[in-house]
C-alpha cells in the first residue's frame, strides 16, 4: 500500500484534468489505495433537504438520501463523523472552510481510529477539490438541484457568495428562499482582516428585474468597499445604480460591518426590518432598532447620506438580519410567522447544540411548513456570531 501522505498529493495532482463526472471515482481510486474498500461523495441539494451521490463507475450507492432521517444526514447536521452499527462504514462530512458541502461515505473491514483519520484528511481534500470544479462544471451544479432554476434566480446565485463563512473569531451563515425561484432578495457576507462585512439586500417585486436590481446591488456594494468605502459611501452607490438602470425598483436594506477584534458593530438600516440581537439565549428587545432612513431607489441618499449606527456586542453576541418575507409569511389560517417565532426557533436550535448552518436549515424548514411549503415571498436570514477566542500571532 502507498504512503497516505503520497496518495493526497497524487490526488491533488491528478485532480487538475479531470471532469466533475470523473472526480468521485479519482476519489474512490484514492480511497483504495488507502486501504478503504470504496467511497462514495454525496452533496447536499439547493434547499438541504437531501443528499445526492456523485455519478462514479461501477457503483451500486444509494443515489439520494435524507439529510433528517438517514446516518449520512446526520453527519451532514452536526458536521461529526458517524459510524454504522456493524463499524464497517463511516460518513464523513465534507466542509470547505466551515461551508457544509455533503458527506463522503467510506467502507472498510477494519475501519480503525487512525484509517478514520485519513478518512477526514481524504474529505477535506475531496471538499476542495469539488469547490474548484463547481465554479464551472454544469453537472455539479445540476447535481444539486432537483428542479428548473428561473432566469433571475440564475442571476442572483450567481452573485451569491458562499453560505457560511468564518474565522476562529466570527461566524456568518445564510439561507435564502424560494431557491429555485428567487425575487429581489440578495445576501452578502465577506471577511478583512479584522472585520466582517454584511449585506441583505430586498428589492421589489418578483421578477427579472428584481434579480437583477439586486444583483447590481451587490455588485456596487463590492465594487465601493473594495476600493476603501465606508458603509456612509455604500448606500449612495447603490442608491446612484437603482435611479439610472434601475427607475421604478425600490429596494430595502441592511449593510452593517463587525469589528472582529473589539465587537463593535456599525450598521446601516434603509426601510428594512431592524436586526435582532440574541445575547445568552435570548433576544434583547429593540437593542439595535433605530430610526430608518428611506429606501433605495430614489436618489434622495446621493444627497443625503444615511445615518451610520454603532453599538458594541459581548462575546457570544449573535446578530440575526432578515428580509420580511420571514417575519410577513402567513399560514394558510392567516397567521404571521413573526419576529417571535422566527427568534425562538434559531435560539432553541442553537441551545440543542446545533451549528449556525444547520440552525439556519431548520428555520427555514419551520418557514416552509408554516406556508405549506408555498412562500408568497422571498425569504433571506444572515446569523452572525462573534466568539473571539485568546489573542492570536
Keep these: 500500500m502507498e504512503s497516505r501522505e503520497k496518495v493526497l498529493a497524487d490526488l491533488i495532482a491528478d485532480s487538475r484534468l479531470v471532469t466533475g463526472r ?105 471538499a476542495l477539490l469539488l469547490v474548484s470544479k463547481s465554479s464551472h462544471n454544469d453537472l455539479l451544479t445540476e447535481m444539486e438541484r432537483r428542479r428548473k432554476m428561473t432566469v433571475q434566480g440564475e442571476l442572483v446565485w450567481a452573485f451569491l457568495p458562499p453560505r457560511t463563512i468564518g474565522t476562529a473569531r466570527v461566524t456568518s451563515s445564510a439561507v435564502l428562499e424560494p431557491a429555485y425561484d428567487i425575487g429581489g432578495d440578495a445576501f452578502d457576507h465577506s471577511l478583512t482582516e479584522d472585520a466582517l462585512h454584511l449585506t441583505l439586500l430586498d428589492s421589489m417585486g418578483h421578477d427579472l428585474a428584481s434579480g437583477g436590481a439586486s444583483a447590481a446591488g451587490l455588485a456596487a456594494c463590492r465594487a465601493t468597499r473594495r476600493s476603501g468605502g465606508t458603509l456612509a459611501d455604500i448606500i449612495p452607490a447603490i442608491d446612484t445604480i437603482l435611479n439610472e438602470w434601475f427607475t421604478d425598483r425600490l429596494m430595502t436594506a441592511v449593510i452593517a460591518n463587525l469589528n472582529v477584534l473589539d465587537g463593535t458593530f456599525t450598521w446601516v438600516n434603509c426601510a428594512h426590518p431592524p436586526p435582532l440581537l440574541i445575547r445568552d439565549g435570548r433576544v434583547l428587545p429593540r437593542m439595535l432598532e433605530r430610526e430608518p432612513d428611506l429606501p433605495l431607489g430614489w436618489a434622495f441618499h446621493t444627497a443625503s447620506p444615511p445615518t451610520v449606527h454603532r453599538t458594541r456586542l459581548q462575546p457570544g453576541d449573535r446578530v440575526l438580519l432578515y428580509s420580511d418575507g420571514v417575519t410577513e409569511a402567513r399560514s394558510t389560517q392567516g397567521d404571521l410567522f413573526g419576529e417571535e417565532r422566527l427568534a425562538d426557533t434559531v435560539i432553541r436550535a442553537m441551545a440543542a447544540g446545533d451549528p449556525a448552518p444547520e440552525a439556519l436549515r431548520r428555520l427555514l424548514q419551520e418557514l416552509l411548513n408554516h406556508q405549506d411549503q408555498h412562500l408568497r415571498d422571498d425569504a433571506t436570514i444572515v446569523l452572525a456570531e462573534w466568539h473571539p477566542g485568546p489573542d492570536r500571532a
Design 22 to 126: 470523473d472526480l468521485a471515482g479519482l476519489v474512490s481510486r484514492s480511497g483504495r489505495l488507502m486501504g478503504l474498500d470504496g467511497t462514495c461523495m454525496y452533496v447536499t441539494d439547493l434547499q438541504q433537504t437531501s443528499l445526492v451521490a456523485l455519478p462514479q463507475p461501477a457503483t451500486a450507492e444509494t443515489q439520494m438520501l435524507d439529510i433528517d432521517g438517514s446516518l449520512a444526514g446526520l453527519a451532514y447536521r452536526t458536521e461529526r463523523i458517524q459510524r454504522s452499527r456493524d463499524g464497517g462504514t463511516v460518513w464523513v462530512p465534507m466542509i470547505d472552510g466551515i461551508e457544509r458541502l455533503g458527506v463522503l461515505k467510506a467502507t472498510a473491514p477494519d475501519l480503525d481510529e487512525g484509517l478514520i483519520g485519513w478518512c477526514e484528511a481524504l474529505a477535506s481534500v475531496a
